[in-house]
């Protein structure tokens, strides 16, 4: 059986199997190897430079050059080197520079050339996606590694980027060297990063409706944004253009609440009807009838929705027939606030209580008790509930057995919104501070606060991409770090702000920001305000 050919130094294979020596013929293995240089003037002959490198032509040499180079060469190498300091001491700037500019690119190396490409491949796993960027303006070969799919797929899955940009062409942006489809999305999610943090110069769409009503509830899926108003429609807006491409009517009552699954939008109102629209043709699909008060919040899971009305009860409708499957009594007030994680049903209300229910048999599992007034806000992630009551507090629950884990004080008012998301919890309140929990531990994070915070009530909360964001009765969305929990910046800013200019509610997702906002004195007008963040890889696209 034949062995695989080795490869000499030169790159060529040389034949397997022993070779007979014939006298003189025979290679020692020292004279394949290259001689290892022992002076500089060596090395730059075995990097390929001549050794005459003269660089100064100031005149002839000094006499006496050649008998102290000869005393240098007949030192030991400490004495050599300790010649060589006392030499540089009383060198000028100037001249240890001539030294260094002769020296350095003696000992420079492309080793990653040198190397097999798995080998430098594995190499450059161990930079960062901004080293390797600049990695790639190296020279062309480095362009070519630096550019490797698997690669970039790695640093990508190391950054929780989970979407490649496979659907487009892979682009080359010269002959041979083709645009990694993971590094494009990498740079793309770094792009829009910088966006949300530091902005840009764009005004945000302006989407004028609703007249001078108040928006009371606003949802977006993919392109399409939905608002409710307390005028009896809601209207189906297109996040691209701006247009206002259809006006959803037959509520005989303002527009409470709502909720929206990709192209399916329920409503509720104060006629105590909820309806369900498909938003691409602007049909009433169903009318659901059955509470016999304001329908006051609502939230959707699946083909599901359960829905909390000021007649005290709980709904649970099936979305595709309309049909009623459960009815959940047991408050003694109105029901403001429930959350449905296709398990279970959390319900808030006006009775100083929070419920946990299984809607299949209808039964009441827990009574939350503790709250000392209305409770206006819930978050419920499958293990805990937690209620933000008008008693100032927020408290965190166990879902399973009911018992009370923490009581979270510190807010002054009213909370009036809360995102919870990984144990992490955010409360903005009508004191004009947003706070940051750990729901595990009942530690507040942080106070977002400071010289920056707001000047008003907090109306609504999102969180997203490791930010917070707030708006306010006082005419702005701010932008905050979750990790830090500093104010990073004022995302709106209306021109009424401070005297009577409100942003209502947002709404946001990776790439987008969607506005409510307007006055309750004529001082602005009821509009959205959009904010697109992948603005940039859009225009490339359409161009």
Not at 217 to 227: A, H, K, W, Y
């Amino acid at each position: 059986m034949k062995r695989k050919l080795d490869h000499g130094p030169d790159g060529r294979p040389f034949p397997s199997g022993k070779k007979h020596c014939k006298g003189n013929e025979y290679l020692s293995p020292s004279s394949l190897v290259q001689a290892t240089p022992t002076t500089f003037g060596d090395l730059r002959l075995a990097n390929g430079h001549s050794a005459q490198r003269r660089r100064v032509t100031s005149g002839p040499p000094p006499s006496g050059l050649q008998d102290w180079l000869h005393i240098f060469q007949t030192w030991s190498g400490p004495e050599r080197l300790l010649a060589l300091d006392e030499l540089i001491d009383r060198c000028e700037t100037s001249q240890v520079k001539h030294m260094m500019q002769v020296i350095e690119p003696q000992f420079q190396r492309d080793f990653i050339s040198l190397l097999p490409k798995e080998l430098a491949l594995y190499v450059l796993t161990f930079l960062a996606p901004r080293d390797l960027l600049q990695a790639a303006q190296t020279c062309r070969y480095w362009r070519i590694l630096a550019e490797d799919n698997l690669l970039w797929r790695e640093k990508c899955r190391e950054e929780g980027i989970s979407e490649c940009a496979s659907s487009r062409r892979r682009k080359c942006v010269r002959p041979g060297v083709a645009v990694s489809p993971w590094k494009s999305a990498y740079i793309r999610q770094h792009r829009i990063e910088n966006n949300w943090r530091k902005g840009d110069t764009r005004e945000p769409m302006v989407l004028k409706g609703h007249d001078d009503h108040v928006i009371t509830c606003l949802q977006f899926s993919g392109d399409l944004i939905v608002s409710g108003s307390d005028d009896n429609t809601l209207k189906v807006w297109s996040a691209i253009t701006g247009k206002c491409l259809r006006t959803l009517t037959g509520h005989t009552g303002g527009v409470w609440c709502s909720q929206m699954a990709v192209a399916t939008v329920i409503s509720g109102s104060t006629d105590r009807t909820l309806r369900v629209w498909d938003a691409e043709s602007g049909e009433c699909v169903h009318t659901l009838y059955g509470h016999t008060s304001t329908v006051r919040c609502m939230h959707l899971h699946g083909n599901r929705v359960v829905s909390g009305s000021r007649d005290t009860t709980l709904r649970v409708w099936d979305v595709s027939t309309g049909r009623c499957e459960h009815v959940l009594t047991g408050h003694v007030a109105a029901v403001r606030c429930v959350q449905y994680d296709g398990r279970r049903v959390v319900s808030g209300g006006y009775d100083y209580m929070v419920k946990v229910w299984d809607p299949e048999t209808e039964a009441c599992l827990h009574t939350l008790q503790g709250h000392t007034n209305r409770v206006y806000s819930l978050q419920f992630d499958g293990a805990f509930v937690v209620s933000g009551s008008l008693d100032t507090s927020i408290r965190v629950w166990d879902a399973e057995t009911g018992g009370c884990v923490h009581t979270l004080t510190g807010h002054q008012s009213l909370t009036s919104g809360m995102e919870l998301r990984d144990n992490i919890l955010v409360s903005g309140n009508a004191d004009s501070t947003v706070r940051v929990w750990d729901v595990r531990t009942g530690q507040c994070l942080h106070t977002l606060q400071g010289p920056n915070k707001h000047q008003s009530a907090v109306t609504c909360l999102q969180f997203c991409r490791g930010l917070v964001l707030s708006s306010s009765d006082d005419g702005t969305v701010k932008l905050w770090d979750l990790r830090t929990g500093a104010w990073l910046r004022d995302v709106v800013a209306l021109q009424s702000r401070g005297s009577g200019g409100v942003v209502w509610r947002i709404r946001a997702s990776d790439t987008r920001l969607v506005c409510a906002a307007g006055s309750r004195n004529g001082t602005e007008e009821t509009k959205l305000l959009v904010l697109d963040f992948d603005l940039d890889d859009r225009k490339k696209e359409t161009d």
